[in-house]
């Protein structure tokens, strides 16, 4: 028992190499590059978002071609760059320019409680990228794991929380957008998006100690 415990459990020791690596390509290549055209080549901001997007849109295109997946990492950012050249394209007002950033957000909120409806919730996924990375044994045990009830409890949940923090950033940053001064409004919409992003990420990590801590109390009772 205590060792189909330690088999099913999903959160092994993070794919740091993997992940590092696909967020120096995907999102640090990116920003870096939107960066240098802005103020170096004076491009203007939809053409920087624009050329930037090539970047993640090749590494979908050669994680696809090598292991048949995509990197979930460069999907989300690209994501992120479209919705942003999509509300330039809305206008300038000040409402839109204070929740531009938090498009992306609440749709991925809303993306994360439409696949509670699924036979896998979104996190299942963006767990097992960063769990697992390209090792073959850890994918086939990590998607063994979801046989445990336990372990579909625990992706559910976590792809909840996130749902409710992206989704309530952004209808936050939209209530400030209409309630505050737009300077005001602006700077504070982008404090409210790091410390949501910040705060959910530290209580995954926290609660997925939990969850190890608990299965591993449970396999020492066996």
Same mark, same amino acid.
């Not at 960066?35 to 590494?59: D, G, Q, R, Y």
């Not at 609440?106 to 697992?132: D, E, H, I, K, N």
């Not at 090792?135 to 749902?163: C, E, M, Q």
């Given at each position: 028992?205590?060792?189909?415990?330690?088999?099913?459990?999903?959160?092994?020791?993070?794919?740091?190499?993997?992940?590092?690596?696909?967020?120096?390509?995907?999102?640090?290549?990116?920003? &870096?590059?939107? /960066?240098?055209?802005?103020?170096?080549?004076?491009? #203007?901001?939809? $053409?920087?978002?624009? =050329?930037? !997007? +090539?970047?993640?849109?090749?590494?979908?295109?050669?994680?696809?071609?090598?292991?048949?997946?995509?990197?979930?990492?460069?999907?989300?950012?690209?994501?992120?760059?479209?919705?942003?050249?999509?509300?330039?394209?809305?206008?300038?007002?000040?409402?839109?320019?204070?929740?531009?950033?938090?498009?992306?957000?609440?749709?991925?909120?809303?993306?994360?409680?439409?696949?509670?409806?699924?036979?896998?919730?979104?996190?299942?996924?963006?767990?097992?990228?960063?769990?697992?990375?390209?090792?073959?044994?850890? &994918?086939?045990? /990590?998607?063994?794991?979801?046989?445990?009830?336990? #372990?579909?409890? $625990?992706?559910?949940? =976590?792809? !909840? +929380?996130?749902?409710?923090?992206?989704?309530?950033?952004?209808?936050?940053?939209?209530?400030?957008?209409?309630?505050?001064?737009?300077?005001?409004?602006?700077?504070?919409?982008?404090?409210?998006?790091?410390?949501?992003?910040?705060?959910?990420?530290?209580?995954?990590?926290?609660?997925?100690?939990?969850?190890?801590?608990?299965?591993?109390?449970?396999?020492?009772?066996?």
């Amino acid at each position: 028992m205590s060792k189909t415990l330690t088999e099913n459990n999903s959160f092994s020791k993070l794919s740091l190499k993997d992940l590092f690596i696909s967020l120096l390509l995907n999102v640090g290549l990116p920003l &870096l590059i939107v /960066f240098w055209l802005e103020k170096s080549a004076h491009t #203007t901001e939809i $053409v920087a978002l624009s =050329i930037a !997007s +090539v970047v993640p849109i090749l590494s979908s295109l050669v994680e696809l071609a090598r292991n048949r997946r995509l990197d979930l990492i460069a999907i989300f950012f690209l994501l992120g760059l479209l919705s942003s050249i999509a509300a330039i394209f809305l206008g300038g007002s000040p409402q839109l320019l204070v929740i531009r950033e938090s498009f992306f957000t609440g749709t991925l909120g809303l993306a994360c409680f439409v696949s509670l409806l699924l036979p896998r919730p979104l996190m299942f996924y963006v767990g097992r990228q960063m769990l697992c990375g390209n090792d073959t044994a850890k &994918l086939a045990l /990590f998607n063994a794991g979801w046989n445990n009830p336990y #372990t579909r409890f $625990v992706h559910r949940l =976590i792809t !909840s +929380v996130w749902g409710a923090a992206l989704l309530g950033e952004f209808l936050l940053r939209l209530l400030i957008s209409y309630t505050l001064a737009a300077t005001v409004a602006y700077g504070l919409g982008s404090t409210i998006l790091i410390v949501t992003i910040a705060v959910t990420f530290a209580w995954t990590f926290a609660y997925i100690r939990r969850v190890r801590s608990k299965i591993e109390a449970t396999r020492d009772r066996q």
